[in-house]
T-cell receptor, first 111, second 116 residues
């Protein structure tokens, strides 16, 4: 079963705009990861945030984690056409050391 | 540094035929994973290896699926016989440390299987 559920499922934005997507999960976690998947480069790790962290940055990416609400958000600032992809959150499904992926957000950045 | 290598990239077979997928992980990565990804869904773990030992195969349909990683490096995933519902992308990933869900995983390009 997949734990992470991303919201919204599909997003279309203009180049230069920011894109925000959310992920919710159901059980306690040790960490949450975000991955990007496009046809050119496959599935690529973006960022990992641990349960004792609230915010993390990596380049144009900003990830937040709210363990009380069991949710995370991924913000892409100043989007580029190359950011067009599906974005997945993945959590360590409680106790069995297994990474559980959500269904993904499709993001289209229009040049 | 070479990434995770998978072959073939595409495979079309008729139902009831066998099929095999091959994966070469990143050099030095002891942990290897096989995932299945259906269209519009996230990857789902089939099996995880620590070196040559399958430490998590609870989601592998063992009646028709098998996997091996004999020397703790390359791995092969086999389906015999294939069914229509097996059409999906099969992803291989590897990571440097033994914590399956606690570290970055590096994915290969996947094998897209179509069963007719």
């Amino acid at each position: 079963s997949q734990q992470g559920e991303e919201d919204p499922q599909a997003l279309s934005i203009q180049e230069g705009e920011n894109a925000t997507m959310n992920c919710s999960y159901k059980t306690s976690i040790n960490n949450l990861q975000w991955y990007r998947q496009n046809s050119g480069r496959g599935l690529v790790h973006l960022i990992l945030i641990r349960s004792n962290e609230r915010e993390k940055h990596s380049g144009r990416l900003r990830v937040t984690l709210d363990t009380s609400k069991k949710s995370s958000s991924l913000l892409i600032t100043a989007s580029r056409a190359a950011d067009t992809a599906s974005y997945f959150c993945a959590t360590d499904e409680g106790g069995n050391n297994r990474l559980a992926f959500g269904k993904g957000n499709q993001v289209v950045v229009i040049p | 540094e070479a990434g995770v290598v998978q072959s073939p990239r595409y495979k079309i077979i008729e139902k009831k035929q066998p099929v095999a997928f091959w994966c070469n992980p990143i050099s030095g990565h002891n942990t290897l994973y096989w995932y299945l990804q259906n269209l519009g869904q996230g990857p789902e773990l089939l099996i995880r290896y620590e070196n040559e030992e399958a430490v998590d195969d609870s989601q592998l349909p063992k009646d028709r699926f098998s996997a091996e990683r004999l020397k703790g490096v390359d791995s092969t995933l086999k389906i015999q016989p294939a069914e229509l519902g097996d059409s999906a992308v099969y992803l291989c990933a590897s990571s440097a440390r033994t914590s399956g869900a606690g570290n970055e995983q590096f994915f290969g390009p996947g094998t897209r299987l179509t069963v007719l």
